[in-house]
């Protein structure tokens, strides 16, 4: 204990750490957000989320390396792919299963969905680790220490400029309200002519988008391969600890995650993963609802 | 009499193509079965491992068959868990025609399934490295690769005696594999001399990816080297975030460091890893050199060959030579009899002897990772062939 503050007080690795944080906290943010999207929308569990965000990393390294497109042409087509894997995701593993009478259908297709998508990307990108080059190359350097690898810092900022860009759709856009309108209640907002087909498809296209961005920018760093969906845990303890139904709950959470992570190894190696659920625990014994979440008796 | 002769020319060309299919004729079949991850997150593996049961099972009937009899395989996937794997090794066992099988990669899977073997009496070459599996005192699980508590030896030799650490790092993969030779590894080092401080062990979860942390906390220590032991992936994400934090420290890895995976994947961030090692492509040995360049012939555009892939050609080899022995294909306990005789049989990935912990190979390789290649460095011995 005594040995992991004094790792912590070093202001070099508290630094390195600090980033370290924040830059998984926003990769888990991108998925937390995701999540709750869907969760407020079609009152869905994504358990695919993590497979969403390998396959943006093995579809990014794909037009990079294989199509062979530069990167301001490959963002774009990158973004057309995503909606279109979005839109696919719906109809496929959404839309069939939506008026069934057993709730927990549609959970349960997103976990075949995760099977699925891991088998094809195996087929289509085969079994081995592939490598992706950073998009800025380099470290951070104070004096002689290297802080952190610079596409960690872009990690940040990438993450910071989406959420942003999801606020101002839900917050001060026409069709973000549309689709807050659609989520909230269905029936009411087809009577006033909204299409809540179209308000899913988006639903979903952001969701695919944003965890398909977080898989392109951690490929670098992490390797394209089919293992890049297990960071989805992380993401669930994110929405839990900042609270279901709440998207800045789920960013505050994931970074909270991400930094508690981070620091947690100055402590432990061994435990670090049970040091981060062990504050999952804390935070349900404490505020079930979470940080920023209702009451989920208030909700039901 | 033209017609005669065109028929004659026909029946001699027909001859000639047909050859090939029909130089051995094999009287009858024997089935080796072979389980692996087919699917799920460790396919990498499994391709391997099918890769190195179709070599040996091409090279077999090429020269003839085991006994006249043609080998055939059967496949099973264990994908990517425990439960799914034991249920792959329990029902290539009950295959009426198998004699023996190659079982999981996975050590915990081996012993997890090893009581189901002991049951149904049948040879099992697991493809597991763990010292646990001979404990299991199963006499029809044999192991062809070295086993933690040796290559432990061999890396706390390799750690002091060549490259001189002092005060080591060990950062390991905290599963059954990763554990067991940390364990071995520290103790071994004990005994030459170098205690491994606790706060100098850093354990990752399988999963984990982010080894930046830990690697940071290793660069702001007083350790002198460090000591990776991890699988293949991995490893290939701790040697680029290693390089890519600037450590400057002699490095040392388990097997996986000089895995094909770990050097294409990282390059240059893998260079510089003396690792002690199943197996290298850069191998000396005349069947080592036969196995390297016939895979690299088999899988043109593939990656080069790697551990579980000799891992299971080897095995094959083994149970074409205990069948030999006992002059049977078809008597299980009698091939499984003949395994304990065979002495200094030249394998691919290690000259084999039979021990009494089942376990055959009698050696491990130093290398170090150059311009993306395991160079090999030495071949050391933990015991006579």
């Known amino acids: 204990m005594l040995q992991g503050l004094t790792i912590l007080t070093q202001p070099i690795i508290f630094m390195q750490l600090t980033i370290n944080g924040v830059a998984m906290g926003m990769i888990y943010a991108l998925m937390a957000m995701g999540l709750i999207l869907l969760i407020r929308a079609i009152g869905v569990m994504n358990f ?8 943006g990393a093995f579809i990014t390294w794909g037009l990079t390396y294989q199509v062979k497109l530069p990167l301001p042409l490959m963002i774009p087509a990158a973004m057309l792919c995503f909606a279109l894997v979005g839109v696919i995701f719906m109809f496929l593993v959404y839309w069939p299963l939506r008026n069934n009478s057993y709730p927990t259908a549609t959970v349960i297709s997103t976990m075949g969905a995760a099977m699925a998508i891991r088998e094809i990307a195996t087929i289509t990108w085969g079994s081995l680790p592939l490598v992706a080059a950073p998009l800025v190359k380099g470290v951070l350097r104070v004096g002689n220490m290297r802080i952190v ?5 872009l990690t940040i900022v990438i993450g910071a400029i989406l959420i942003f860009l999801v606020f101002m759709l839900f917050e001060k856009l026409y069709a973000g309200r549309i689709m807050q309108a659609a989520a909230q209640d269905k029936y009411a907002a087809e009577l006033l002519g909204i299409p809540t087909i179209l308000t899913t498809a988006a639903t979903y296209i952001i969701v695919v988008t944003l965890a398909s961005v977080g898989g392109f920018m951690i490929a670098p760093v992490f390797l394209v391969n089919v293992t890049l969906g297990s960071l989805q845990l992380r993401a669930f303890a994110g929405v839990v600890t900042g609270g279901f139904g709440s998207v800045k709950g ?7 995650i991400g930094l508690v992570e981070s620091y947690s190894s100055a402590f432990t190696t061994t435990y670090k993963d049970a040091v981060v659920f062990l504050v999952l625990i804390v935070v349900l014994l404490f505020r079930p609802q979470g940080i920023f979440g209702e009451l989920i008796a208030d909700k039901a | 009499m033209k017609g005669t002769r065109i028929r004659l020319c026909l029946a001699v060309l027909v001859a000639v193509l047909a050859l090939p299919l029909c130089s051995f004729a094999f009287d009858g079949t024997v089935t080796f079965g072979a389980v692996a991850p087919l699917s799920g997150t460790n396919i990498m593996v499994g391709d391997f491992v099918k890769n190195g049961i179709l070599l040996a099972q091409k090279h077999i009937n090429e020269r003839g068959g085991i006994l006249g009899k043609e080998l055939k395989i059967v496949f099973e996937d264990e994908v990517d868990n425990l439960q799914a794997s034991v249920n792959a090794m329990t029902k290539v066992m009950n295959y009426p025609d198998v004699v023996a099988f190659f079982g999981s990669t996975y050590s915990a899977y081996c012993i997890a399934a090893s009581p189901i073997v002991l049951q149904n009496k049948i040879t099992m070459f697991a493809g597991g490295s763990s010292a646990n599996i001979p404990k ?4 029809y699980v044999w192991q062809v690769r070295m086993t933690d508590d040796q290559s432990g030896l061999l890396m706390a ?5 060549i490259i001189g650490m002092k005060n ?3 950062l390991y993969i905290q599963e059954s594999f990763g554990t067991g030779l940390m364990t071995q590894t520290v103790a071994a080092l004990k005994n030459l001399g170098v205690e491994v401080k606790e706060q100098n062990l850093y354990a990752h979860n399988p999963d984990e990816k982010q080894f930046s942390p830990i690697l940071t906390q290793i660069m702001n220590s007083d350790v002198d080297g460090l000591i990776g032991i991890d699988h293949q992936m991995p490893a290939a994400i701790i040697s680029m975030q290693a390089t890519a934090a600037g450590i400057d420290l002699p490095l040392l890895g388990s097997s996986s460091f000089a895995s094909v995976v770990a050097r294409e994947t990282a390059k240059e961030a893998a260079d510089g890893w003396m690792g002690v090692a199943d197996w290298t492509p850069d191998v000396t040995t005349p069947a080592g050199k036969a196995f390297a360049e016939s895979y690299r012939e088999e899988y043109k555009g593939k990656p080069d060959s790697d551990m579980p892939a000799v891992t ?3 095995s094959l080899i083994l149970f074409a030579e205990a069948c030999k022995i006992a002059n049977t294909t078809t008597d299980k306990e009698a091939i499984n009899n003949a395994l304990q005789k065979i002495k200094a049989f030249p394998g691919a990935m290690s000259t084999y002897s039979y021990a009494d912990n089942h376990c055959f190979s009698t050696s491990q390789f130093l290398t170090v990772n150059e311009n993306s290649r395991a160079v090999l460095k030495d071949v050391v011995y933990t015991r006579e062939p």
Not at chain 2, 157 to 161: D, H, L, R, S
């Open chain 2, 136 to 139: 299991e005192k199963n006499p």
């Open chain 1, 48 to 55: 695919a989320q993590g497979e969403l965000l390998m396959l």
């Open chain 2, 168 to 170: 080591p790092a060990i």
């Open chain 1, 250 to 256: 789920a960013i505050l959470g994931s970074l909270i």
């Open chain 2, 312 to 314: 299971a050609y080897d």
């Open chain 2, 157 to 161: 030799k390799a750690a002091t005696q």
């Open chain 1, 149 to 153: 690898q610079y596409q960690y810092l």
